[in-house]
């Protein structure tokens, strides 16, 4: 059996510094290895929120041949933060006695331009950098589906952004499903323009083109967001996007289904 090696990813803060070394001490006290190098260990730890979590995938390259957990700092736990900062004993239990409960959330992946290629594990959003209508061609598996005419769009997976696909009348996805959502922000319907008005989710065997209009002046420039992180590019002519190839494992507790943490935060 493959040693269990821990590595420890969060904000270098005084307090977060404090933090993490009380954990790595329990972690060495019941006999695990820690590595200061990510490739090189099998479980990795965020300690922070859901955005502290979705930083640490990124930086570590959304591996799937490892364990992610998240350690949250409040009581309120996140999306993808399972334990509170004082449940680290929960974690290396669970390692000990072999009863990790692990489930598998879908990514997306993209790219810009054709060149810049990403993953995300919880939204891709786009929208217009100044005070104008941003204007997109959608296309679906090549085939032209909307004009799109308003602020902006998220597409996003099954865990992602649940309260904001909420806020626009988006649906609430099992994770089960892979699939992404595309969500319309604020679109512009009337007797000259018209889009679907509503959300929509596509399955892996589907493609989603978007292409940026010139047609109203400096489209070139949107802000793209990819898991709260702003990408910085200039001149963005073509985005695709299609479910992703990669799944992320992370460890849950007991009872705690995406579903129960559906219910805890919204009803």
Not at 91 to 114: F, Q
């Amino acid at each position: 059996m493959a040693k269990t090696i821990f590595y420890f990813s969060y904000r270098k803060t005084e307090e977060l510094h404090a933090k993490a070394k009380e954990l790595k001490k329990i972690t060495t006290d019941y006999g695990y290895e820690l590595t200061d190098d990510y490739q090189k260990a099998n479980v990795i730890i965020s300690i922070g929120g859901d955005g502290a979590f979705l930083k640490s995938v990124r930086e570590t390259g959304f591996r799937q041949d490892c364990l992610y957990a998240g350690i949250a700092l409040t009581e309120q736990l996140g999306q993808y933060c399972d334990f509170h900062i004082n449940q680290l004993d929960e974690i290396i239990k669970a390692a000990i006695e072999d009863r990790w409960l692990v489930r598998r959330y879908p990514t997306i992946y993209g790219t810009v331009n054709n060149t810049k290629a990403f993953y995300v594990l919880n939204e891709f959003n786009i929208r217009s950098s100044i005070i104008r209508t941003l204007t997109m061609d959608l296309y679906i598996n090549d085939s032209h589906f909307e004009t799109f005419r308003g602020d902006g769009m998220v597409i996003s997976t099954p865990t992602g952004s649940t309260a904001y696909n909420k806020s626009v009348n988006g649906s609430i996805v099992d994770p089960l499903l892979p699939s992404m959502q595309v969500s319309e922000l604020a679109s512009i319907n009337n007797n000259k323009f018209r889009t679907l008005g509503s959300s929509f989710i596509l399955s892996p065997k589907r493609k989603l083109r978007i292409e940026i209009s010139s047609e109203e002046g400096n489209n070139e420039f949107p802000m793209i967001g990819m898991d709260s992180e702003a990408l910085s590019i200039q001149h963005v002519h073509e985005v695709n996007l299609e479910v992703g190839d990669r799944f992320i494992n992370i460890i849950k507790l007991p009872k705690n289904s995406f579903w129960d943490k559906v219910k805890r935060n919204f009803l």
